[in-house]
């Protein structure tokens, strides 16, 4: 059984800085991609990051050079470094696994989903 438990969400003031982990069991995690996605309240979810197995990397435009996706693979978790908060990064971020190739930030080609881990960002 697979599941994935984000953590590290929270409050914060515009500007600061927050790491999300997500912590993965029941996979493979060293060949997995898998990656982060949020969303707000009335939106789409959307992806902001994602990593390949082989360690490629996948960023939104609009969270490029704030944050930072990596991944532990003896830890089996996934980190997202989130800097330069904005209130528009509020959201609740959920943590996504597939196996294999390919990956990117699209949606729907993720299998495994965890609960989520809620971000919010404060003017």
């Known amino acids: 059984q697979v599941q994935l438990v984000e953590s590290g969400g929270g409050s914060v003031q515009a500007g600061g800085s927050l790491r999300l982990s997500c912590t993965a069991s029941g996979l493979t995690f060293s060949s997995v991609c898998i990656g982060w996605f949020r969303q707000a309240p009335g939106e789409e979810r959307e992806g902001v990051a994602a990593?390949?197995?082989?360690?490629?990397?996948y960023t939104d435009a609009s969270v490029a050079g704030r944050f930072t996706i990596s991944r532990d693979n003896a830890k089996n978790t996934l980190y997202l470094e989130m800097n330069r908060l904005k209130p528009e990064d509020t959201a609740m971020y959920y943590c996504a696994a597939k196996a294999g190739w390919p990956c990117s930030l699209q949606r729907k080609i993720f299998t495994y989903w965890g609960q989520g881990t809620q971000v919010t960002v404060s003017s």
């Open positions: 990593i390949s197995g082989a360690g490629s990397t």
